[in-house]
């Protein structure tokens, strides 16, 4: 479960032992999951705490920026060091809906006013990133839905920041050719921003993966200031995006299948496919640890 936020008190002592981030949650987690998983922002809290070194607290402040319209004030902003954008499943996800062009705009604004604050996008997260900086359109995939623990294809950029030189990679042989991502969407970004790297694609899904890197010095972070600038490509990185669930498994993915099939949204045969694809491994923490190594703290 996620910490109390630490009282101001505290943050003046010693303000570089909390590593404070922004979630702007966009859905939740589906209820079966919650009692044993908890919220959708202790799900997030869950994959990044125990990746922390040992003297870093972790402080996660949630927005709901679908109906409640939920942003950082001046002042959090002020000592926010990353913000995260969650996966959703609203309906309108796919057109230009109030609650998604407001946070494309909130984007646009901490990009160009706060370049020290990095963005992380996961699933729905990435596609509102293209939306914003592209602009590209968010489509309903031709190719159908993508469920499950998946193999994505990663590009020579893709490869240096997710294995480096040194990792282990996953699969059999140590394979850094590619990355294992929880999957679960029906909509797709189908190109990748023309500001932004290719880091992955899948069979079904081009974009699986993108990066905006800082055009010059990348700013500290100067909310942390314990922490020091990882190495390249990572500390030059601004804004990172994955189609992919890193933070979610299967105990989250296959409730949501389930629901899915009583719906009528997936036949028995696909979404006993797909319950089988979530049971399988997936590279989720070490992309939580790759979010942490940009931040400049693991």
């Known amino acids: 479960m996620s910490p109390l936020p630490p009282s101001e008190d505290q943050k003046t002592v010693d303000n570089s032992k909390v590593l404070t981030i922004a979630f702007l949650k966009c859905d939740k987690i589906p209820i079966q999951a919650q009692a044993e998983h908890g ?6 809290h869950n994959l990044l705490e125990p990746l922390l070194p040992t003297h870093l607290d972790l402080e996660t402040l949630t927005y709901e920026v679908v109906h409640k319209r939920s942003y950082p004030t001046e002042a959090e902003l002020e000592r926010i060091d990353a913000i995260v954008i969650s996966g959703s499943f609203e309906e309108d996800a796919d057109v230009d809906a109030q609650w998604i062009l407001r946070l494309a705009g909130f984007l646009i604004r901490v990009k160009d006013d706060l370049p020290r604050i990095r963005i992380v996008g996961i699933c729905f997260g990435l596609q509102v990133i ?3 900086f592209g602009p590209e359109g968010i489509v309903k995939n031709p190719k159908g839905w993508e469920v499950g623990s998946t193999r994505l294809v990663l590009t020579e950029m893709g490869k240096k920041i997710i294995w480096g030189e040194g990792a282990e990679g996953s699969g059999e042989g140590n394979d850094q050719s590619h990355l294992t ?4 969407h029906g909509d797709i970004v189908p190109y990748c ?7 992955a694609s899948s069979a ?3 974009v699986q993966a993108i990066a905006s890197f800082y055009p010059g010095d990348a700013p500290p972070f100067t909310h942390s200031h314990g922490h020091t600038l990882p190495e390249e490509p990572w500390r030059n990185v601004h804004i990172i995006a994955f189609q992919g669930h890193p933070e979610w498994h299967e105990d989250i993915i296959v409730p949501l299948i389930d629901n899915y099939e009583k719906d009528g949204t997936f036949d028995a045969e696909f979404a006993e496919a797909a319950r089988q694809r979530a049971r399988s491994p997936h590279d989720g923490i070490r992309v939580g640890a790759i979010i942490l190594r940009i931040l400049g703290v693991a």
Do not use: G, H
Not at 39 to 44: G, H, K
Not at 181 to 184: D, H, K, T, V
Not at 193 to 199: D, E, K, N, V
């Open 193 to 199: 921003p023309s500001t932004f790297t290719l880091l």
């Open 181 to 184: 991502m929880q999957q679960i």
């Open 39 to 44: 919220t959708y922002e202790d799900v997030l």
């Open 204 to 206: 079904i899904s081009p």
């Open 130 to 132: 293209a939306r914003a």
